[in-house]
């Protein structure tokens, strides 16, 4: 797992294992929704994940997250 994201977990938790977990769970939940496609191995037990792409269906998502956060200033 890339360093990024356990740098970005490390405020909120100490342990690597449940950092793996949460990602892992967002991208399990990502695909299920459509919104990623995910090239990996899946075994009788476990998925791993080597490479995901965002779908458009996903684009067009966080598309429309990023222009909802943008704010306009507030000029008369």
């Known amino acids: 797992m890339p360093v990024e994201f356990y ?7 100490t342990s690597k294992k449940i950092i793996q977990d949460i ?5 399990d939940s990502l695909v ?3 919104m990623l496609a995910a090239i990996g191995k899946k075994t009788s037990k476990k998925w791993f994940i080597h490479k995901v792409k965002l779908t458009s269906l996903g684009k067009k998502t966080a598309n429309l997250i990023i222009k ?3 704010r306009k200033l507030p000029i008369k």
């Not at 990602?23 to 991208?27: D, F, R, T, Y």
Request: aromatic fraction near 12%; charge should be positive; charged fraction near 35%.
């Open 7 to 13: 740098d970005f977990y490390r405020k909120s938790t």
């Open 23 to 27: 990602v892992h769970k967002s991208l």
């Open 32 to 34: 299920a929704g459509d």
């Open 68 to 70: 909802n956060r943008q």
